[in-house]
Structure formats: structure tokens, C-alpha cells
């Protein structure tokens, strides 16, 4: 015979929690117990609402179905004041919007609105320069780097951004903000030929997803790595890590990045 019980688990505990959860790639129980979390007062209920958010944000990054925009109307309905975290939500939500506007990810500003990417672009200014803390200015300046990389297509301007977050996430003990940073200045340097230094970041970033749990992060790492191995002669060593990418991305019901492995081992990168 068993017997249901209930634990009091302090909100901030069980967000935190649920955020891992999250990055784990179970972003269907996450939200499920998100859903089913009890808080008794409006500060609980608001924090609750943003780390569902979040996560709904992640999902549909790579999921390819779009779980964030009634997640962030809750969040907006239960919050009790300014948030900064959800402010920054609302605009990576508005980021990955214009960048699948045109239907495909297609870097560069063709077929997009030059007037919401402004929008976009000043907003986080805005956001980085009313930030609380160092952290909080990292991850803005890491979102302006890939607004000036991915939809303006304007590739000199991104990496001073990227190395502002990575600087900020190295000085608060961040790593998936010095992860995030990491991934795309290797980009840039292997777009410039330079594939050590590429494959010496990429590595760390990979290490650094693990480290903090970012299971499908780490992933999408490693397909960066499969591009480097088969970039620099081993395309048998691309394809081994590729098809491990898919193995894993189709168990989890990672959309994006299952078609991506899929493509790379058709020869189709």
C-alpha cells in the first residue's frame, strides 16, 4: 500500500528546480509540474510563472513548436512588479520571432521587418543598460551580438558583444552565459580559418553545457564539432559525432537539431 504525501519546498527551490529539469530536455514535465506547483501568495505564483516561461522558451527553440507566447502572457498576468528576467524573456522570444519570420532559420536581414529588428536592437540596449548586475548586462550584450550576427547579418559587429557576456559570465561563475558566448566567437573564428582556437573554444563550451546540465545544448555543441572534424579531414570522426547527435535528438523529441544532425550526415550542412 502506498500513501501520497506533500513536502513544503520553498518557490525559489522548486523554480530552480524546474529549470534544470528544463534544461535536461524534459520540457513536457517540467511544465507539467510548473502547472501542478502550489504558491499561496502573488510573489510565489510570479516566480513560478516566469521559470515555466523560460522553460516553454527553450522548448520551443528547439521543439520547433511555439509554447512561449502563452507562457509569457501568464507570466506578464501573474507578475507584481518590473522583472528584469521576464523583460529579457520577452525578447528572446521577440529574437527567435524575426528569426524564423521568413520560415527557415536564414541569417541576415533579407525578407525581415528593418523596423522591429531596430525595435529589438534598441529594447535590449535598453535592457543591458537598466541591468542590476553584471550578469544581467552579460546576457544582453549576448542577445546583441546575435541580433547584429543573425538578423542584421552584420558579422564584424557581433563578436565585441559576445566577449562582454563571455567576460561577464566567467566574473559571476555563469556557464551557460561563458558557454553561449564561447559558441559563437569559435563561429567567427572558424569562419576566419582559424579552427584551433575554433575547436579549443567549442571544447570548452561543450564541457561547460555538460557541466551546468544543458543537456540539449551540449548537443547542438557537438554538431559544431562534427562541422570542425569534418572541415579539417575527418569526415568519418564528423559522421560518428553527428550520428550520435541524432541517436540522442530523436530520443528526446528534439525537432531542430534531429533535422540538422540528419542533414549533416546526407552531406547537407
Given at each position: 500500500m502506498t500513501t501520497d504525501t506533500t513536502?513544503?519546498?520553498?518557490?525559489?527551490?522548486?523554480?530552480?528546480?524546474?529549470?534544470?529539469?528544463?534544461?535536461?530536455?524534459?520540457?513536457?514535465?517540467?511544465?507539467a509540474l510548473a502547472d501542478a506547483a502550489v504558491a499561496t501568495d502573488p510573489a510565489g505564483r510570479a516566480t513560478l510563472a516566469l521559470a515555466a516561461a523560460e522553460i516553454a522558451m527553450d522548448a520551443t527553440w528547439f521543439s520547433g513548436e511555439d509554447l512561449a507566447g502563452a507562457r509569457l502572457t501568464a507570466a506578464d498576468a501573474a507578475a507584481v512588479g518590473p522583472c528584469w528576467r521576464l523583460d529579457f524573456a520577452h525578447l528572446r522570444y521577440e529574437y527567435f520571432r524575426q528569426l524564423h519570420a521568413d520560415g527557415p532559420f536564414r541569417p541576415g536581414p533579407e525578407g525581415k521587418d528593418a523596423a522591429a529588428m531596430d525595435q529589438l536592437r534598441h529594447r535590449l540596449e535598453d535592457l543591458r543598460d537598466g541591468a542590476s548586475d553584471q550578469n544581467q548586462a552579460g546576457w544582453a550584450s549576448m542577445y546583441l551580438g546575435l541580433v547584429c550576427d543573425n538578423l542584421y547579418g552584420d558579422r564584424p559587429a557581433a563578436p565585441a558583444h559576445y566577449e562582454v557576456a563571455l567576460r561577464a559570465g566567467r566574473a559571476t561563475g555563469d556557464p551557460l552565459l561563458s558557454r553561449e558566448a564561447l559558441r559563437h566567437l569559435g563561429d567567427h573564428d572558424h569562419d576566419a580559418g582559424d579552427h584551433t582556437t575554433a575547436r579549443e573554444r567549442w571544447q570548452e563550451a561543450t564541457a561547460l553545457g555538460a557541466g551546468a546540465g544543458n543537456v540539449v545544448g551540449t548537443l547542438s555543441q557537438q554538431m559544431l564539432l562534427a562541422v570542425l572534424a569534418r572541415d579539417t579531414g575527418d569526415p568519418a570522426g564528423a559522421d560518428a559525432i553527428a550520428a550520435e547527435v541524432l541517436r540522442w535528438t530523436e530520443a528526446l523529441g528534439v525537432v531542430r537539431l534531429a533535422d540538422q544532425a540528419r542533414a549533416f550526415l546526407a552531406g547537407d550542412r
Open positions: 513536502a513544503a519546498v520553498p518557490v525559489s527551490a522548486l523554480a530552480a528546480a524546474l529549470r534544470d529539469l528544463g534544461r535536461g530536455g524534459r520540457w513536457t514535465e517540467a511544465l
